[in-house]
């Protein structure tokens, strides 16, 4: 069931995702959360952007969409729509998006790498099942194949004599390997990460970001890095957004970003990071709490914690705001700057 | 799966209001907390309320059927058994001394079962090795097998029945306050407040307590209606409760043989007793549910 | 992995001695077993020479050794009933009792396994609500009971099936729901229960973000892993099979184990009774011992640690 209108793809720059106004929501007993309240995301090929926020902010939320696995029971997208490839997930149906989408076209890998595999089964079933789901070999015998080529390409060593083994019998940064691997067995356009070295030590997050930035030199997967460490996203991102209460507040290039950044939001979460050399006191952080998504304030999210706060803030929601290229803002401070569509 | 109540105070949970109040505000099954009332009724004014002497022979009037059958009568509400006895008096009789068996038990498994796994929990060591062992040889045996070699030695009656419940149920107890004792023990704020100079006693009391009640109050309601199951099995058998004295189980033995054409015989006390189970489940759940939010999320 | 069997196995052994304890002490309480073989009248002297010739006057720990001798080699003294061997006699029923309680525990996992599966992957609808309203029905309604209103129906009023006896599986039918009537409440919890945790858990998220068939999911990847909290309960609920058998043999004049020890017991035939609950005892440990060294065939954690 393809979206009505033709595929949300401008000839200029083929995007390989686009995000257009996404509402996702969650129903639970005392009402609605608006989980994500009209985000808009572009991610090209060969490129990683990275999604920053605090807990709360909407970021794993963004990747639970894109793969269409919203907690149930209650989870559901109200509006909005997500083109990967051409194709608006939106309207796709379940089982296509088993068989067709996930593992296949577009994958995700999460924090834990423990919890992420099963523990009684054997690493070689498990890498090996996402060929044989989607069709990519028939046999089992071609599955334990091509689990032990994608296992190589991840840099797991002798991996035919370790496909029987289970995963404890991994180390931590080992076993984050074969959940990529899993995660990119049958060549995903689009790649999520969310937070994939939170649970690991400095060392191995430096070979995990190497890890992905092979992956994505040598097939061209788009990278969505979901992180709240901002070191991470800028050693690995070519573009970051930023998102609080659910909205994307601001996105741009890296660069951009940390030098010039716009929202305040963004400055103050910048500012809040220590830095070595600096002779403070305290560590700066940004006071009060982000707003219960139950019940979203009107106007401005952050407009109960922002310093630049003006009384427009408090009624009218900002769009977001385009400053120069690439990089917007959703804030009533840049308005005068034409509307990103 | 329990919710902590620690520094707050050592009151049992249960008294403390804002649980009162959740537990009236959960859909309260009205049903089951009736059938148990009545049944405590029933064991409290038994021998006023019942019609007849439960015991009344009267060879006149054997085999009524129930009053709703076409030969029946109201006199004989549920009928009357081969020796012409009232059926609605004998099970409120029956009534009395499930619900006595059940308190004994409770009472008794869940005190000393209590007791063992707090020694236990407390001194570690040897005698918690012991203990433990002693708990695993009494699961070793089933319990209608331990029924039955005592039923050997001793004449069965009350005392017998309830010793051998006791006997079967007290690990479920022990191994609840070992567990919370033992992880007590770990805890830093005992620490602490042993560095206080709080007694013993006192840490018991303030953390123990309230940790431990919950549990244990879901589980005596649960365990009311398997008790009462246990003692209608044993009394069956004949290892339990021995006549004169009325007991469901003890109405099932005697109906067997007469079957064929007497259905409300065999039929009706299983009823009281299922009746009986089922509202000690259900009140035993909805006592989970409430006292535990965490439940409630499955 | 060895030490662990083997540590099980040592505690197992444990368990079977102090059971075997316990019953001999039971069975001491009332004193004189004499006054129960001998006449009334019997003349002191007699009763003195018949003490010491059975060895009774020996000191209560003694008495246990040499019964604890005489067990291990099988012998419980001869039935007083009938003067064959106690343990053979016992033996002789085991295989209908395990024949029972292997019945009775395939029709409760035959109902459980798929209601608890149900209940946990369609959790909050009717479906659910069903499961757990007859599952809890079950529980409050006595097995014994039950298999006497099946006699009733369908043997009384019916005719379509035999009220008691064995020897055709028409016969196992009532006795084998009757006794696994009960614990399909208690597993059906169970099996919810571990489905559900596993359910929720990363690695089955996982699996669904990388398009596994949700049925694969279910059926393979979920339940391999439930069931090692499974396989606990399949132990346990054999264990307890074989308790209730007792009271179901008895209404279904089933010759098994059970209702040989209880004729044993109004019969006041101790070397019975000792050598039938012994030998129960001795399978209830045998039974959780072999659950527990399944785990390690299940788990592969457990293999590997030590």
Not at chain 1, 205 to 215: A, F, G, R, S, T
Not at chain 2, 3 to 8: D, K
Not at chain 2, 38 to 65: M, R, S, Y
Request: aromatic share 8%; charged share 15%.
């Amino acid at each position: 069931m393809m979206n009505a209108e033709s595929p949300v793809v401008s000839p200029q720059s083929p995007m390989l995702l686009k995000i257009t106004n996404l509402q996702t929501r969650i129903a639970v007993r005392d009402g609605t959360v608006h989980a994500l309240d009209g985000v808009n995301l572009e991610v090209a090929e060969r490129e990683t952007l990275g999604i920053v926020g605090e807990s709360g902010s909407g970021k794993t939320m963004t990747g639970l969409s894109i793969l269409k696995l919203l907690p149930q029971p209650g989870g559901y997208i109200a509006d909005g729509s997500i083109v990967l490839d051409g194709v608006d997930l939106v309207g796709v149906p379940e089982r296509e998006m088993a068989r067709q989408w996930r593992g296949r076209r577009v994958s995700m890998i999460s924090q834990d790498p423990l919890t992420s595999l099963n523990p009684v089964y054997s690493i070689g079933d498990q890498v090996g099942g996402p060929f044989l789901y989607h069709g990519l070999v028939h046999s089992r015998a071609d599955a334990r194949q091509a689990a032990i080529d994608v296992l190589r390409r991840v840099r797991i060593p002798s991996p035919e004599s370790r496909l029987d083994d289970y995963p404890h019998q991994f180390s931590g940064g080992m076993r984050q390997r074969v959940v990529a691997a899993m995660a990119i067995a049958c060549q995903p356009r689009l790649l999520i990460a969310d937070e994939p070295t939170s649970a690991l030590d400095v060392t191995i997050q430096v070979q995990m970001i190497e890890l992905l930035k092979q992956i994505q030199q040598d097939t061209g997967v788009g990278i969505i890095m979901i992180t709240h460490d901002m070191g991470v996203a800028a050693s690995m991102c070519d573009r970051i957004a930023v998102m609080y209460a659910g909205r994307v507040v601001e996105s741009g290039k890296v660069r951009d970003i940390y030098h010039a950044p716009a929202h305040p939001y963004t400055q103050a979460l910048l500012a809040s990071i220590p830095r070595l050399g600096q002779s403070r006191d305290r560590l700066s952080s940004i006071g009060g709490q982000p707003p219960s998504l139950l019940n979203p304030p009107k106007g401005c999210r952050f407009a109960a914690r922002c310093a630049h706060r003006m009384t427009k803030c408090e009624t009218d929601d900002p769009p977001e705001f385009k400053m120069d290229a690439g990089h917007s803002s959703a804030c009533w401070l840049h308005e005068g700057a034409p509307h990103v569509p | 799966m329990q919710t902590e109540r620690t520094l707050g105070g050592g009151l049992p949970p249960a008294l403390r209001a804002g649980v009162l109040r959740r537990l009236l505000g959960q859909g309260i099954p009205w049903g089951s907390l009736t059938v148990l009332l009545l049944l405590i009724i029933a064991a409290i004014g038994g021998e006023t309320l019942a019609p007849w002497d439960p015991n009344a022979l009267n060879l006149a009037n054997v085999f009524k059927p129930p009053a709703w059958h076409a030969n029946g009568s109201f006199a004989h509400l549920l009928g009357t058994d081969n020796l012409g006895r009232d059926i609605f008096s004998r099970i409120i009789a029956g009534a009395r001394v499930s619900v006595t068996v059940a308190l004994y038990v409770i009472v008794l498994s869940g005190g000393v079962g209590s007791f063992i796994g707090l020694i236990a929990g407390f001194f570690g060591g040897v005698v918690d090795a012991v203990l433990m062992r002693l708990a695993d040889i009494q699961m070793s045996i089933p319990s209608l097998a331990l029924a039955l070699v005592m039923a050997v030695v001793l004449d069965p009656s009350f005392t017998t029945v309830v010793i051998v419940i006791v006997i079967t149920y007290w690990t479920w107890y022990a191994r609840i306050v070992r567990s919370e004792v033992l992880s007590l023990k770990e805890r830093d704020y005992v620490a602490l407040a042993r560095v206080a100079g709080c007694s013993n006693a006192t840490i018991l009391r303030r953390h123990l307590l309230p940790n431990v009640a919950n549990t244990l109050l879901v589980l005596a309601t649960l365990q009311v209606g398997q008790v009462i199951v246990f003692e209608a099995s044993l009394s069956f058998l004949g290892l339990g409760i021995q006549q004169p004295d009325v007991s469901w189980g003890l109405m099932l033995a005697d109906a067997r043989s007469y079957m064929t054409h007497a259905w409300w015989l065999i039929t009706l006390p299983g009823v009281a007793i299922m009746l009986t189970c089922l509202a000690s489940n259900l009140v035993g759940d909805w006592l989970r549910d409430t006292l535990d939010p965490r439940r409630k999320q499955r | 992995m060895i030490r662990f069997m083997l540590r099980r196995i040592g505690l197992g052994g444990v368990s079977i001695v102090g059971a075997s304890i316990v019953i001999f002490v039971i069975s001491r309480l009332t004193g004189d077993p004499i006054v129960l073989l001998l006449p009334v009248d019997a003349p002191p002297a007699v009763i003195e020479e018949m003490r010491r010739t059975m060895g009774l006057d020996l000191p209560l720990w003694r008495q246990y050794l040499i019964f604890a001798q005489h067990a291990i080699l099988g012998d419980f003294g001869n039935s007083y009933r009938w003067q064959t061997p106690a343990l053979d006699l016992v033996l002789q029923r085991l295989p209908a009792t395990i024949l029972l309680a292997c019945a009775g525990l395939l029709f409760s996992i035959s109902l459980a396994v798929p209601l608890g599966i149900l209940s946990a992957v369609y959790r909050g609808s009717w479906i659910d609500t069903f499961g757990k309203g007859f599952a809890m029905l079950g529980q409050s309604m006595p097995g014994f009971w039950v298999g006497l209103l099946m006699i009733l129906v369908f043997s009384v009023h019916l005719g379509w099936l035999p009220a008691f006896g064995h020897g055709t599986a028409k016969h196992l039918v009532m006795p084998a729901i009757a006794l696994g009537w009960y614990p399909v409440a208690a597993q059906t919890r169970i099996v919810r229960s571990a489905m559900l945790d596993v359910l929720d858990s990363d690695y089955i998220r996982m699996g669904r973000s990388l398009g596994t068939p949700e049925w694969l999911l279910v059926c393979k990847y979920a339940f391999r892993n439930a069931a090692i909290p499974l396989v606990t309960m399949l132990g346990v609920y054999f264990a307890a099979m074989l308790g209730g058998a007792f009271v179901v043999e008895v209404v279904f004049a089933w010759p098994g184990l059970g209702r040989t020890v209880v004729e044993a017991v109004f019969a006041r035939d101790f070397p019975v009774v000792q050598a039938g609950v012994l030998l129960t005892s001795v399978l209830f440990v045998t039974a959780n011992l072999l659950v527990d060294l399944s785990y390690g065939v299940i788990d592969p954690r457990i293999r590997h640690a030590d």
